[in-house]
């Protein structure tokens, strides 16, 4: 695999391992928030018309989690996962599958989210009541669950995890 495959804009495979080796946290820290905010946030923050949501982000932060280099298969699991760790996103967990089903699957299988809901840039995180899902306070708690994971990766068994999902990613460059 070539070693100067860029995995972020200011981060090689070489440079990554040269981080796991040295066990810099902080700066493998640095280049998981900057591989999701070139990957996700910024195309979104930068674009006028906002039509873009984060339910790519959560699975995929998800899989950092638990060191899973491919959820095929497990995509439901890796939210409901996900939102019982609490922290930033828990909020959507709440009342079972709705929102894999409803807004995920919906936004990912039919470009629009079914069963009532609406997705607007106002109002709060989640109101079940309205069935609405506020899109850009729902980005903020991703990007605060991701600065979350991001200070964690010097724990067990977060570490280990997110060096078996990072195999996998770089395996992916070949």
């Not at 699957?105 to 506020?134: A, F, M, Y």
């Not at 991703?142 to 994971?149: C, E, M, N, Q, S």
């Amino acid at each position: 695999m070539p070693s100067s495959t860029k995995l972020s804009s200011s981060v090689t495979i070489n440079d990554y391992e040269a981080m796991v080796e040295a066990e810099d946290f902080e700066g493998l820290g640095r280049f998981v928030r900057e591989r999701f905010d070139e990957r996700y946030f910024l195309p979104v923050d930068s674009h006028a018309r906002k039509h873009g949501f984060a339910c790519l982000m959560i699975e995929t932060l998800e899989s950092f989690y638990q060191g899973l280099g491919d959820t095929k298969g497990k995509s439901g699991r890796m939210f409901r996962d996900h939102f019982a760790r609490g922290g930033p996103l828990g909020v959507l967990g709440e009342g079972g599958d709705w929102f894999y089903i409803d807004v995920r699957c919906g936004i990912l299988h039919q470009g629009e989210v079914r069963n009532g809901w609406r997705v607007l840039r106002s109002g709060d995180p989640l109101d079940n009541g309205k069935r609405t899902i506020n899109a850009t306070r729902v980005l903020r708690a991703v990007r605060a669950a991701v600065d979350d994971y991001s200070r964690q990766l010097g724990e067990e068994p977060h570490w280990s995890n997110f060096k078996k999902k990072m195999t996998a990613i770089c395996a992916n460059c070949e």
